[in-house]
């Protein structure tokens, strides 16, 4: 079971996925805000475009069915990496360990980093994991945001 936190249209949503089942998911969608059914909580079915093995979080397209709260139909895509120095992108990447959230990112682009060095922070499972440098190098890339889920293999940095 994850839990995502989304403002939408200025109000805020705690979505639980309680199950994927191929391209459905369960979900339950909480309102921070008072709504007129009961406690503001609803259980919706959600289809994607694409079966959750191969949907990218950041990007897959999402229909929600009717629901007595409003819903967005697909989280908003994350902005696009920070601008690297003349060798953006070259090099080999640090990948996140497991699924999570990034809550600190610890380097910016053109940073020299040694091995074993914290490029970042993963909050998975409610424990915080450092994400280390597996090699010494300039950092000529990130990947990610403060705040954005990732699975795992998902490049975070890269080093050249």
């Not at 009961?38 to 897959?60: C, W």
């Not at 999570?100 to 910016?108: A, C, L, P, T, Y």
């Amino acid at each position: 079971m994850k839990q995502y936190n989304f403002k939408i249209n200025g109000n805020d949503y705690n979505v639980t996925i309680n199950s994927v089942d191929g391209n459905v998911a369960d979900v339950t969608v909480v309102a921070s805000y008072k709504v007129e059914l009961g406690n503001g909580s609803a259980p919706i079915s959600v289809q994607a475009a694409v079966p959750a093995q191969t949907a990218q979080p950041q990007t897959a397209p999402v229909q929600a069915a009717p629901a007595p709260t409003p819903v967005a139909e697909a989280p908003k895509a994350a902005p696009a990496p920070q601008a690297a120095p003349a060798a953006s992108g070259a090099g080999k990447p640090v990948t996140s360990p497991l699924p999570g959230v990034i809550v600190e990112i610890s380097v910016k682009v053109g940073d020299t980093v040694k091995a074993g060095q914290q490029v970042a922070v993963l909050e998975a499972m409610k424990m915080e994991n450092a994400i280390e440098a597996d090699h010494a190098g300039t950092v000529t890339a990130i990947h990610v945001n403060k705040g954005d889920s990732v699975l795992e293999g998902v490049p975070v940095v890269t080093i050249a």
